[in-house]
């Protein structure tokens, strides 16, 4: 079993920045792929961002790609999530995702059925 802890979550104006970060404990040989996803109020859960722990390759949804950074610490296990540049619309609870991907299958991707470890979330606000 991963055990997935996030922290860094808070309220903040519009135009800051955040940061999160989701410590992996437990198994974590056992997980390879790690995401940041969100969801609002009465809203899907949807992946903002993505990293592959084999070649610390990156993958960043439409909405947050230029304005947030995901990065790895591999010796502490944790993965932390640069918000910059924040929007009202951006407010929301954040989860942090681990997965497995097997050798040879592709990339993480950010679908959400496919990650079998979850963090109780952490709340970002973001005022106008």
């Known amino acids: 079993q991963v055990q997935l802890v ?10 800051g920045s955040l940061r999160l970060s989701c410590a992996a ?27 592959y722990a084999g070649d610390g390759s990156t993958y960043y949804a439409g909405s947050v790609k230029g304005r947030f950074t995901i990065s790895q610490d591999k010796a502490n296990n944790t993965v ?21 991907l097997p050798p040879s299958s592709g990339v993480c991707g950010l679908v959400r059925y496919l990650y079998n470890y979850w963090g109780q979330g952490t709340q970002v606000t973001v005022s106008s």
């Open 6 to 15: 996030e922290s860094g979550g808070g309220s903040v104006q519009a135009g």
């Open 25 to 51: 404990s437990g198994s974590t040989d056992s997980i390879n792929c790690m995401s940041w996803f969100r969801q609002a109020p009465g809203k899907e859960r949807g992946g903002l961002a993505r990293i």
């Open 80 to 100: 932390t999530l640069q918000m910059n540049n924040l929007k009202p619309e951006d407010t929301a609870m954040y989860y942090c995702a681990a997965r497995w």
